[in-house]
């Protein structure tokens, strides 16, 4: 008589934000939204729902663009199960590798989202992640269609205030291949709209 072998299932939560908890599952993300107490059931349930077809709708979109992870599942109501990127999240790499080379390949995948009027929403290098020398970029959770340069121009902004923050020892020479090295259609009015953003931010201040 066969004996079966029971396979351990290992499970480890990678992040949890307001929005979704992010769990690795034997290779595999889950990205689950979290339901909101104060929200009526039926519409919370709605809007989960709408988010998630929302962000797979986007990543699916993207993946003949650039680099992201593959949707391997999608749940009707408020999942997806994703492919693990085994790489380095350049959050805690990003110095210590070769950065310039990194921040061109980081323009590169921005033109090309904005290009399709995809907005990302949350630019950061905690959202990027080097595998076999590519750039992926991962939790669309925030990301949108919109061919607005406003909110293109938004999306460069933030990932400057990123590099400032978390890479402060690099981040001038970053922002300055990042912003050199970025093509998209628009790219002039774009650049032209930060410098906007950024003289209205220290007028409040």
Do not use: W
Not at 72 to 99: A, P, Q, R
């Amino acid at each position: 008589m066969y004996k079966i072998k029971k396979i351990k299932m290992t499970s480890q939560i990678l992040a949890q934000g307001a929005e979704a908890k992010i769990t690795l599952e034997n290779n595999t993300v889950i990205k689950d939204r979290i339901k909101k107490s104060y929200r009526i059931p039926v519409l919370d349930e709605k809007i989960r729902k709408a988010r998630t077809r929302s962000e797979a709708k986007i990543i699916e979109k993207l993946k003949d663009i650039i680099p992201v992870p593959k949707i391997l599942s999608t749940d009707s109501k408020e999942k997806i199960v994703l492919e693990y990127i085994d790489g380095k999240k350049l959050s805690d790499n990003l110095e210590n590798l070769n950065y310039k080379e990194i921040c061109k390949q980081i323009s590169e995948n921005i033109s090309k989202m904005h290009d399709k009027d995809i907005i990302h929403g949350d630019l950061t290098t905690s959202n990027m992640i080097l595998k076999e020398n590519q750039v992926f970029f991962i939790d669309f959770g925030l990301a949108f269609h919109s061919k607005r340069i406003e909110d293109k121009a938004v999306d460069l902004h933030l990932l400057k205030q990123a590099l400032d923050a978390k890479h402060f020892t690099i981040a001038e020479e970053c922002i300055k291949i990042i912003l050199d090295n970025y093509k998209a259609e628009k790219h002039k009015e774009i650049l032209e709209r930060i410098s906007a953003i950024e003289k209205r931010g220290r007028y409040r201040h």
